[in-house]
């Protein structure tokens, strides 16, 4: 028992270790969130595309500040604002498929950030906290700001709550009662976009879509209400990230990447459980005759 | 009652439009409506009555929806315009737009009283949640559509009767005076048909106007009061005996519908209808 508590309290001694646990317990709660509106919408794609097209931004903060880290989340914010706007734009005036668009644009946006950091010598170390994540890095500074836009994203999508239920089932629902549609549909994109920059150092550029996307992936297979969804999803967001900063202490694997697979994990566990209540039901009569009832009853 | 409570109420697009007491409910002047591949809608004026059913045919394609969404304030048209009770649709929110179920994704993690209490939203308003009158207007939409044993079930356990239900509870949540019900009867077998009818009678007693798209033109000419046949331009409207004549269902339809003359009736086999199958 002691052995236990002994695994679970060590890492707690090193204040950075602390730091990372706190962060990637908020950021679960925020990714998750907003991410159940990524999953319902089918919106994965453009959160990736999004998230790797803030890379130049993060690549100006870094060669303005000359490598602190202090302006990267400022310059990020920008940048994830400025694309979740224009790739709204994008979708509504391109002739190309909005895929089509997004592709082009933000794999040219990734390319652009990737460039601009490359200029600066020995820069792969910080290429690579960008792009898988740094979250045994993150300050107190770092920590108070994932708080308060943490808690600003979802006390948003707590407040609209219906609007976005609505908008995200029946968006001509949304335009016949005269909901300010196109300017929720904004709301939403930049949500995505500060969650994304919220969560930059827990994960990193190139993984940010797991943590959008399979935790609320998770939560959808097992319960089919929103608000259960949303909560569900934020638990096995936070789990993963507290569980995968452990094995990342305890087996020396790069944080971020450990973060994803123990959510991919938790994503691979629902899915079994899914399947097996599925055949379990198709064996069993009574099931079915419930259904027929319904049938006749219409 | 419930307009005269909404007129007060500011919303963030401004107050909701007055209803012109002897205006007709929907009123299109020389409406032209163009997508990029050509004009949709063509010169279409018409008007409707309060309390009217109206059944809007033409094949696949004929600017059925179009015209639908243009009426709801969704679309706004090229040149002409739509007038609900005298005023533009846009200030409106007594105009319920029902989808094709087809466009619908059912599996969307919501119950059948959470897409009713949708109907609402406007009316409980922004930074609000719904109050007790709002649950209780859910549940008697619901009980006058027979769906209240299946309030909490998930939009996935219904049938194609059952979903279209759900969809006229919601207008009726929202209080609409003007549904548009985009191809309701398409796909469900005759007694979930015939409840549906049973409904638009409800609807009727209780001055709400309906236009429903159809491709059903047996029905169309024996169930509704006016048939407005569509293709991309107004070729009739009036009553079904006064539309439904060989020239203008060959100029909707093409060849896409076979005529036959049998005595003095005339009857038509079928249209270019798409029976997708969608109903379950």
């Keep these: 028992m002691n052995a236990w508590l002994e695994i679970i309290t060590a890492p707690l001694h090193y204040a950075f270790m602390v730091r990372g646990l ?36 993060v690549a100006v903060g870094y060669l303005v500040g000359g490598g602190a880290r202090g302006p990267l989340f400022w310059w990020a914010m920008l940048a994830a604002v400025i694309s979740s706007i224009g790739i709204g734009a994008i979708s509504k005036g391109a002739k190309l498929s909005e895929d089509t668009a997004i592709g082009v644009v933000f794999a040219g946006m990734f390319a652009l950030g990737i460039a601009m950091i490359s200029t600066v010598r020995s820069y792969s170390v910080d290429l690579a906290h960008f792009l898988f994540g740094d979250v045994l890095g993150v300050s107190n500074t770092d920590l108070l700001l994932i708080g308060i836009f943490g808690g600003l994203i979802v006390l948003t999508v707590v407040l609209f709550y219906k609007e976005f239920l609505v908008l995200s089932f029946d968006s001509l629902l949304a335009m016949t009662l005269r909901l300010p549609a196109q300017l929720l549909e904004y709301l939403l994109l930049v949500l995505i976009a500060l969650a994304i920059v919220v969560s930059l150092q827990t994960v990193g550029v190139a993984l940010m879509v797991a943590m959008l996307v399979t935790p609320a992936a998770t939560a959808y297979l097992l ?35 450990a973060i994803v697979l123990t959510s991919t994990t938790f994503f691979a566990l629902a899915w079994l459980a899914r399947s097996l209540k599925r055949k379990k039901m198709l064996a069993r009569p009574a099931q079915n005759s419930r259904d027929k009832r319904l049938e006749i009853g219409d | 009652m419930a307009i005269l409570k909404d007129l007060q109420k500011p919303t963030l697009t401004g107050h909701y439009a ?10 299109a002047a020389a409406l032209n409506v163009g997508y990029e591949t050509g004009l949709a809608l063509e010169n279409i004026s018409f008007r409707v009555k309060v309390g009217e059913r109206v059944a809007v045919v033409g094949p696949n394609g004929a600017g059925k929806s179009t015209l639908f969404k243009v009426i709801a304030g969704v679309i706004n048209p090229t040149s002409g315009e739509v007038r609900v009770s005298g005023y533009a649709p846009g200030g409106h929110i007594c105009i319920a737009y029902l989808p094709q179920r087809s466009q619908v994704d059912w599996t969307f993690p919501v119950t059948v009283a959470d897409v009713v209490m949708m109907g609402r939203i406007d009316k409980i308003g922004l930074l609000r949640w ?25 939009i996935d356990e219904l049938s194609g009767g059952q979903q279209q239900r759900m969809f006229i509870a919601r207008a009726l949540a929202q209080e609409a005076e003007l549904m548009l019900m985009d191809e309701p009867l398409t796909g469900l077998d005759v007694t979930s048909q015939e409840i549906i009818f049973g409904l638009l009678d409800d609807l009727r007693k209780n001055g709400v106007t309906v236009m429903i798209s159809t491709h059903d033109l047996d029905q169309a000419a024996e169930r509704f009061d006016r048939v407005m046949l569509l293709n991309h331009r107004l070729l009739g ?19 896409h519908l076979r005529l036959v003359q049998n005595g003095d009736q005339l009857l038509a086999l079928g249209d270019t209808c798409c029976d997708d199958g969608d109903g379950k």
Excluded at chain 1, 38 to 52: C, K
Excluded at chain 1, 224 to 247: D, E, F, K, N
Excluded at chain 2, 237 to 255: C, D, H, I, K, W
Aim: aromatic share 8%.
């Design chain 1, 22 to 57: 706190l962060a990637v317990l908020m950021v679960g709660i925020v990714c998750a969130t907003v991410g159940t509106y990524v999953v319902l919408r089918g919106m994965a794609f453009f959160g990736d595309a999004l998230s790797h097209a803030i890379l130049p931004g």
């Design chain 1, 223 to 257: 319960t089919r209400r929103l608000p259960t969804m949303m909560l569900l999803a934020a638990a096995i967001a936070s789990a993963s990230g507290v569980i995968g900063l452990y094995i990342s202490y305890y087996a020396s694997i790069a944080s971020g990447a």
């Design chain 2, 18 to 27: 007055h209803h012109a007491a002897d205006s007709p409910i929907v009123e």
């Design chain 2, 130 to 154: 719904p109050k007790r009158s709002d649950w209780a207007i859910v549940s008697r939409s619901l009980d006058q559509v027979g769906l209240s044993d299946l309030a909490k079930r998930r």
């Design chain 2, 237 to 255: 409207f009036g009553p079904p005996e006064a539309v439904f004549n060989t020239q203008s269902l060959l100029e909707a339809y093409g060849g």
